[in-house]
């Protein structure tokens, strides 16, 4: 994400993408611990669940951080396709490597999180000179009525299969081409982040009238899901049910992440806007806070960090815990690899005090890099 100026940090934004970060964590551990990604028990569901927050975060914060940094930069539209290619390029070398730790990529790549922000920084390029109260609208409908648009779904069009189709695992260009798992599509995301650029404007209006717009919005977002979603009215492909294999209330919260539904955005996104002012009006910096706030300012380098780290973490687990590195391990993690080998899945227990290790770990780096960054100064800071 861009880095806002000294003169233009919001505490509220850094701290929540310290929270996204550290919760996005958990997930990324899980992927090694063997365990499915949620389920009808409530443990394993919520430890996928409080993790659907990030990605909705990442790509409307970004964009936020964008209309922040157009504020003191003139370059805003150069620094956006720059940036966007970097996050691309990085997507699909350096951490695919930190993800499998092999070089198999003839087999497996993935289109994941940092790859749709990427390519949502290169088409916010092209919307900047239009007024944010256009990009907004226009992102809010392209959000609230993606499900209008007709998919069809025998296409083998890789127009389809990047921008709107949602998950898919196969080559791209055709048989003789590399296959490349497409977990983030252009649509809805671009627009996301698109929504967060216009929310930037929000942000700097008189605090009190700002705080006011951000609760509004938020609860009236949060209430317009629990309505849409009781009645299995419209924005979510998968409706609910009482009686169904998941308890009901899990049912209910179960929404489509791929691609992001209405509904899915809806409840990720309506009670983190809400949380702005709460956030913004944190007075006691406890170590807990200033802790969020450091990962919050440098959450790209915690991005690049935080997946190798995770990796080499499992490899001492299963070598303690086996008594050998299991050769698992090396597969195409996340998307690309089959179910861990009989005896290996950890317990929850054991995902968490993993997942706590390995923020520790971060917090001593993420704690140097955001001093280094800000006594340095370097243009190239801008990018991690």
């Known amino acids: 994400m861009p880095a806002e100026s000294s003169g233009t940090r919001f505490r509220s934004i850094d701290i929540l993408r310290g929270i996204v970060v550290v919760l996005m964590a958990i997930d990324h ?3 090694y611990s063997g365990l499915p990604a949620g389920g009808a028990t409530a443990g394993i569901f919520f430890t996928r669940w409080v993790t659907h927050f ?5 790509l409307f914060l970004a964009g936020t951080s964008a209309w922040l940094y157009g504020r003191r930069h003139a370059d805003l539209r150069s620094f ?12 699909l070398t350096v951490l ?8 198999d990529f003839a087999h497996y790549n993935m289109a994941g999180v940092i790859w749709v922000i990427g390519w949502s920084m290169i088409i916010l390029a092209a919307l900047v000179r239009l007024p944010p109260r256009v990009i907004g609208s226009g992102a809010v409908l392209v959000i609230a009525l993606q499900h209008l648009v007709p998919v069809p779904w025998d296409t083998g069009s ?3 299969k990047l921008f709107y189709i949602g998950f898919f695992n196969g080559p791209i260009g055709g048989d003789g081409t590399p296959p490349l798992t497409v977990l983030y ?10 929504a967060g650029y216009a929310f930037g404007g929000l942000l700097a209006m008189e605090p009190a009238r700002r705080d006011r717009l951000c609760l509004r919005i938020g609860v009236a977002a949060t209430a317009l899901f629990v309505v849409l979603r009781a009645f299995n009215l419209y924005g979510d492909p998968a409706p609910w049910s009482a009686s169904g294999e998941m308890p009901a209330l899990l049912s209910f919260l179960n929404t489509s992440k791929y691609p992001a539904s209405f509904q899915f955005l809806l409840m990720t996104l309506g009670p983190m806007i809400a949380l702005v002012p709460l956030l913004e009006r944190v ?19 915690f991005y690049v960090l935080h997946i190798p780290l995770i990796h080499a973490l499992a490899l001492i687990v299963s070598r303690v815990r086996l008594g050998a590195v299991s050769p698992w391990l090396f597969e195409n993690h996340p998307m690309g690899v089959g179910p861990a080998p009989e005896g290996y899945v950890w ?10 290790a390995a923020i520790v770990l971060l917090w001593f780096a993420c704690r140097w890099y955001a001093e280094f960054k800000s006594r340095s100064g370097a243009a190239w800071t801008r990018y991690v």
Do not use: D, K, Q
């Not at 990030?54 to 990442?58: D, E």
């Not at 695919?96 to 070089?103: H, I, K, P, Q, S």
């Not at 969020?292 to 380098?301: I, K």
């Not at 317990?347 to 706590?356: K, N, P, T």
């Open 29 to 31: 551990v899980r992927v």
């Open 54 to 58: 990030c990605a909705p975060a990442f």
């Open 80 to 91: 956006l396709v720059t940036r966007g290619a970097w996050l691309i390029a990085l997507e």
């Open 96 to 103: 695919r490597v930190g993800w499998t730790f092999n070089l």
């Open 158 to 160: 890789a127009v389809w």
């Open 185 to 194: 599509t252009i649509v809805p995301w671009a627009a996301v982040m698109a």
């Open 283 to 301: 007075t006691v910096p406890g170590f807990l806070t200033r802790a969020l706030e450091t990962f919050g300012r440098v959450p790209f380098f």
């Open 347 to 356: 317990s929850l227990g054991l995902l968490y005090a993993v997942w706590a």
